[in-house]
Nanobody, 122 residues
């Protein structure tokens, strides 16, 4: 069992920045595919970015050149640096671990955090 705890969400104005963190309760963190997802009210959960155990990264098109996913294996922590935020980035952001199958931007993960809210005002 892997527990994930997100933090770093908040309310910012358009153009602002936030950094999300996700701490994982496992010594196997360095072996795990990790990802960030988000879900806005009334919408499906959307893959934002993913990073595998080798450091390979993918982003959804809408956040490319604005968001950066990274991991610190020594601290069992996943990060999402979000710059030039837009109102359409408003959502609950979730950390996910242990990719099961398919595209790493699809929500096929075994473990999920509780989420952290990001609100961007215009």
């Amino acid at each position: 069992q892997v527990h994930l705890r997100e933090s770093g969400g908040g309310s910012v104005q358009s153009g602002g920045s936030l950094r999300l963190s996700c701490v994982a309760s496992t010594y196997l963190f360095s072996d795990l595919y990790m990802a960030w997802f988000r879900q806005a009210p009334g919408k499906e959960r959307e893959g934002v970015a993913c990073i595998d155990d080798g450091g390979r990264i993918r982003y959804t098109d809408s956040v490319k050149d604005r968001f950066t996913i990274s991991r610190d294996n020594a601290r069992n922590t996943l990060y999402l640096q979000m710059n030039r935020l837009k109102p359409e980035d408003t959502a609950m952001y979730y950390c996910a671990a242990y990719h099961i199958s398919g595209s790493c931007l699809r929500p096929n993960y075994k473990y999920w955090g509780q989420g952290t809210q990001v609100t961007v005002s215009s």
